[in-house]
């Protein structure tokens, strides 16, 4: 599991899409779970796109959902 101290060191790969798919999983579970590492993530998007770095196209509602839905059962097995 990712802890917030993860996530902020991976947030920037994460906006410039510079992840592998779990990394990617696993980045997207936590920030499901923690309000605070959401905040992190919209700020540093906030903040790329001013520097117009514009950040790559966010997967649809659906393809999230069943990425975190894999994940769960991945992490179950
Ligand atoms: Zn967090």
Do not use: N
Request: hydrophobic residues 35%; aromatic residues 10%.
């Amino acid at each position: 599991m990712l802890v917030c101290r993860d996530v902020t060191e991976l947030v920037t790969d994460f906006v410039e899409g510079r992840m592998s798919f779990w990394d990617r999983a696993r980045f997207q579970f936590h920030i499901g779970m923690c309000r605070h590492c959401r905040e992190y993530l919209r700020q540093t998007r906030k903040t790329a796109a001013l520097l117009g770095e514009a950040p790559p196209e966010p997967p649809s509602p659906e393809v999230e959902a069943e990425l975190l839905r894999r994940f769960k059962d991945w992490e179950s097995s």
